[in-house]
């Protein structure tokens, strides 16, 4: 929690805004190659509110799998509204108002705030979600497949580079969601006792 906090304070006094924008126009100008630019684009939508939510709902109604289901729609659910709210009302970090001069995209990118209304950038809510799924996932990975639980971390790497690339968030947005995510995931975790719940998958 510290961590984020101290990313916060960092954005509010655009301490970071200069990396920020250096980044951002560095990722502009790399855009237009057409495998890179769909893949990209494929990666950002995955971290989409909708389709983790789904997932979420899918891991819910199978028995096995129930209680992580809910574990994780619920953290899901308090990680997108509440880095909406912080983007919102609390942090004034605009989002990049950059071309993104790549290829056209099949159709206009998600955006991650619709829930309150509200467009600010950090943290990012993409990063946020792509987290909560890395940090819950390798939970329930590391014990049948220890390994699993380091590359399920892949996804949220590759999520918030995304991001970056079509130029809907500065770097700091998606280290920020990324933080958020991990502290959302390990509260409600905790409050859930979830090491109980793989305690008891393993009698």
């Known amino acids: ?5 101290l990313l916060s304070v960092l954005v509010q006094t655009k301490i970071t805004q200069e990396f920020d924008r250096t980044t951002v126009l560095y990722f502009q100008s790399i855009g237009g190659n057409h495998n890179l630019d ?3 684009w494929l990666i950002t939508e995955l971290g989409d509110v909708r389709w983790l939510v789904l997932v979420s709902m899918v891991i819910l109604i199978i028995r096995r799998t129930r209680r992580i289901g809910l574990v994780m729609l619920l953290c899901l659910v308090a990680g997108t ?5 912080i983007k919102g ?4 970090q605009p989002r990049p108002e950059l071309e993104f001069l790549g290829r056209e995209l099949p159709y206009d990118l998600a955006q991650d705030t619709f829930v309150l209304g509200t ?3 950090f943290p990012s809510g993409h990063a946020t979600r792509a987290a909560v799924i890395a940090l819950l996932g390798g939970y329930a990975f590391s014990n049948r497949f220890p390994r699993g639980r380091y590359l ?3 996804f949220p790497i590759l999520e918030s580079l995304s991001r970056v690339y079509v130029l809907q968030h500065y770097p700091m947005d998606v280290i920020g969601g990324s933080v958020f995510g991990i502290v959302m995931a390990a509260i409600i975790g905790n409050k859930l006792k979830l090491n109980k719940i793989f305690e008891k998958s393993k009698t």
């Open 81 to 85: 509204i509440g880095s909406g709210y």
């Open 119 to 121: 467009n600010g950038s």
């Open 38 to 40: 769909l893949t990209m």
């Open 152 to 154: 399920i971390w892949i």
């Open 89 to 92: 009302y609390l942090i004034e």
């Open 1 to 5: 929690m510290l961590v984020f906090v």
